[in-house]
């Protein structure tokens, strides 16, 4: 066993390495060996400290995450928090393990995503005891609204009177100018390193937003929107305070921590100023930080980027413990549609196999759109620009990104400002309520298979509210709000909905019923454990497979589904079923008496082939 003293020291040398080459470019007022004694203080590592087991799965089969809003559901005289917990206790009980509830902290706009105060819970949910009560039932996952907060926050109103708390936290124009002369010494205000058109957004507004402070006029940096402004890393003490609200979250029971909007977090000069390693470094120097506090504590990175972008976030198996899936939900979705899975197949012949000690995080709908941008690279221009017309025919709304593109003609170079479509805005149940082309009436099966397709995939799934309750689009709540997104963040009235789950005719009870049954079948796999085995199968364009093996190799299941809404039929031969062994259908119950017989499928089912 090795000396508590030698701990610290290894420690105390690790943290400093990850903060000499997240500062590398960064004169600092303090010494990186302080500056790393303070974090590790800030977080108690000096009182208990933990060392974590390297490649360890914190996760099985028997997780399956629940994505919601606090106040997703309603009841008077109730905190919404525990209106919250009383129904995953009634409704989802031996199905969901793991809750993670968005922002439940005071904000000023984006449902939650400008958080005003990250020390408190929004007196409209509860308190910090709910929160407490939900962690000990379920695996808790909070969001670490980290690259920015609310103009409306005490940091800000510190900020525009320059003094106190927060007056130094924030990135503006003159910071951006300052690592402009880090990286060139060229004073040409002309050089290209200065120019902000390489930015990578995905919001269409004006990056900067004037702001009159006590010391002058001020431009702050908004990646997103003007009452979201970014917080400057560069400053340590952003940084220390960051690590004091994660230490805090810990302590009240969180276990997963979803890094928001983490690929933006770093700045520099002449860059996307997106997806640095600065950016990178920095998730490796949070998860030191942590595991060290807790070893079974979870990073979730959010980056809504390419896919290969995406996958960086791994590291090598030192940065985040899950990636979002972002590419699965554009791409399931349009398979469901087109009834193709030619695109879906060769992103799942591309996907690396998340190596132990990492997942995926599986997801097809979320508080946010369907995001596109994963697609890029995976579907093409006229796939995309297909979907987005379908999307729209079912009542969805399109959100849009600006994109510079350097055109040359003749001797001269000009930039063309263009927008491309960012994510599609529309609740999966209407998602999938028809095909390209229009309506039909497979709507709840197709969306049942959906979820299908996603429990038996490689990684973590993560349903959200509205999908387990079939929830359709927010209309009235989009109109309201005049935000894209609030289409698919409806809330519920707890007697309405309680009164739709008690007609077992309603899409909603059907939704709830199909889901949880599916959850329920999943959970007692192993061969669906988050790292097992998965190999794609060629089956053709209608008919979507993959197989998967239990670590251990005692258990196997084929997952083949009819993608189409035309009955098919699958000869099993070409599945190559080991004859010696017993087969049956998971969802169904059937057995297999031959393995070379031919099944027939209906539109949009599963086999859940199983040897035991």
């Known amino acids: 066993m090795l000396n508590p003293n030698n701990l610290q020291l290894q420690l105390q040398q690790r943290v400093a390495q990850q903060l000499c080459t997240i500062y590398a470019d960064i004169k600092l007022s303090v010494s990186i060996e302080a500056l790393a004694a303070k974090l590790i203080s800030t977080m108690r590592l000096t009182d208990q400290l933990h060392t974590p087991t390297p490649q360890i799965n914190h996760w099985s089969e028997k997780d399956t995450i629940l994505i919601t809003y606090g106040d997703s559901i309603l009841n008077p005289d109730e905190k919404p928090l525990q209106t919250l917990h009383r129904f995953l206790q009634g409704y989802c009980t031996n199905t969901i393990n793991s809750v993670h509830i968005l922002p439940f902290f005071p904000y000023s706009s984006d449902d939650g995503f400008s958080v005003i105060d990250y020390a408190s819970v929004n007196e409209a949910l509860g308190d910090w005891d709910d929160i407490k009560q ?11 609204v980290i690259n920015h907060c609310s103009s409306r926050s005490k940091w800000f109103d510190n900020f525009i009177r320059d003094e106190g708390t927060g007056y130094d936290y924030f990135y503006t124009a003159a910071t951006y100018s300052l690592s402009n002369a880090a990286v060139s010494t060229n004073t040409d205000k002309s050089d290209n390193s200065y120019d902000i058109d390489a930015v990578v957004r995905p919001r269409t507004s004006p990056l900067f937003r004037c702001t009159q402070t006590a010391s002058g006029e001020q431009q702050v940096w908004c990646t997103f929107s003007h009452d979201q402004v970014d917080l400057d890393f560069s400053n340590p003490k952003v ?26 977090l770093w700045k520099k000069a002449g860059t996307p100023c ?19 506090a807790r070893p079974d504590a979870v990073i979730i990175t959010e980056t809504n980027i390419p896919n290969k972008e995406n996958l960086t976030y791994f590291g090598n198996g030192n940065e985040a413990h899950c990636i979002y899936n972002f590419a699965l939900p554009p791409l399931l979705v349009n398979t469901l549609i087109t009834g193709n899975c030619q695109y879906l197949k060769q992103w799942m012949m591309s996907m690396p196999p998340a190596q132990n000690g990492t997942a995926y995080f599986n997801f097809i ?26 999307m729209q025919a079912f009542g969805g709304e399109i959100s849009w990104r600006t994109v510079s593109t350097d055109t040359k003609n003749n001797a001269s170079s000009q930039t063309k400002i263009e927008r491309k479509p960012y994510e599609l805005n529309i609740s999966l149940y209407d998602a999938l309520q028809g095909t390209t082309a229009g309506r039909d009436e497979w709507g709840h099966l197709r969306f049942i298979c959906a979820h299908t397709i996603m429990f038996a995939l490689e990684g973590i799934p993560g349903i959200y509210i509205h999908s387990l309750l079939g929830t359709g689009n927010d209309y009235k709540k989009r109109q309201h709000t005049s935000h894209n997104r609030a289409i698919n963040r409806h809330r519920w009235q707890l007697n309405l909905l309680t009164a739709q789950l008690n007609d077992p005719e309603s899409q909603h009870a059907r939704s709830l019923h199909d889901i949880n049954y599916l959850i329920t079948l999943r959970t007692a796999q192993p061969a669906f454990h988050p790292n097992a085995t998965q190999f794609t199968l060629q089956l053709g364009e ?65 086999l859940w082939l199983s040897n035991r």
């Open 239 to 264: 940084l220390i305070n960051f690590v004091s609200i994660i230490r805090q979250y810990l302590d009240n029971g969180v276990k997963l921590f979803r890094l928001d909007a983490i690929a933006f």
């Open 274 to 292: 997106i997806n640095l390693p600065e950016t990178h470094e920095m998730v490796r120097l949070l998860r030191t930080l942590i595991e060290h």
């Open 365 to 390: 709908a979320s508080h946010d759109g369907i995001g596109l941008r994963p697609a890029e690279g995976l579907l093409s221009e006229q796939e995309i620009n297909q979907l987005v017309t379908t």
């Open 542 to 606: 209608q008919l979507f497979g993959f197989w998967r093996q239990s670590i251990d190799r005692s258990q196997s299941i084929f997952c083949i589904t009819n993608i189409s809404n035309t009955q098919l039929t699958l000869a099993l031969v070409s599945v190559n079923l080991i004859s010696s062994d017993f087969w049956y259908d998971l969802i169904t119950g059937d057995t297999i008496d031959d393995i070379s017989q031919i099944l027939t499928l209906s539109p949009y089912q599963t």
């Open 134 to 144: 939900i962690a000990q039932s379920y695996h808790l996952m909070s969001d670490l």
